[in-house]
């Protein structure tokens, strides 16, 4: 082996172990994250989420998960600011996700319509015309790219049951939808062990409360 090519496999090799040594960095930060979550402790787990976002700039997971988790928080919230903070906090997130991703990632656009409906929650004489036709729209491209994916289906028919709730309207449809949506959660199956896989337990209740 000439010099020329032991130099050229020993900078490869350098890279390769780089690379390794990177993803496993990345790998173990983000099982300490859901850990620290699982474990009740947002707030660290948000936090590592975020120091994880800075140092991983090709990955859009990190930021994903603090949209997410500043999303779900907002949902038993009372006080407006804080309500504001945290969707503005979690729009933050999923804007750099997007920068980080490709614009048919069908899950990032679920997350899209989810903050849009919290909005539409927190107050819907504001946010109800501003973001209803959004959220439809959104979820209607994610079941145009991704049929089988349970959270386009779930999430799409629990915003239009809610909706019909509120105007008054059979929600007999969407509860075979939602229903129909425990199957692909059966058979999903995650790019990886950090990719979403939430929201069959939720499915679950759904399903449960229409045939109450």
Known sequence: MNTLVKIAVILVLALTNNQAKAQTNFEKGMTKAFELWEEGKWDEAENMFERIAKAEQDQWLPNYYVAQMNSLKSWNEK???????????????????????????????????????NWIVFDGMTYG??????????????????PE??????????????????????????CDEIEASLELFD??????????????ERAEEVTKSCKE
């Not at 015309?129 to 991704?146: D, I, P, T």
């Not at 994916?149 to 969407?174: H, I, L, Q």
């Not at 058979?187 to 069959?200: C, I, L, M, Q, Y």
């Open 79 to 117: 006080d407006a600011t804080v309500i504001k903070a945290q969707l503005g906090k979690a729009q933050e997130h999923l804007d750099i996700a997007k920068t980080k991703s490709s614009e048919e990632n069908v899950e990032l656009i679920i997350m899209q319509a989810q903050i849009y409906t």
């Open 129 to 146: 015309m501003k973001y209803s036709g959004k959220v439809n729209e959104l979820y209607k491209k994610a079941l145009e790219l991704e």
């Open 149 to 174: 994916n349970p959270r386009a289906v779930f999430c799409k028919a629990d915003w239009e049951m809610g909706s019909a709730k509120y105007f008054g309207k059979d929600t007999t449809p969407y």
């Open 187 to 200: 058979t999903f199956k995650p790019e990886s062990a950090f990719h979403p896989n939430w929201g069959r």
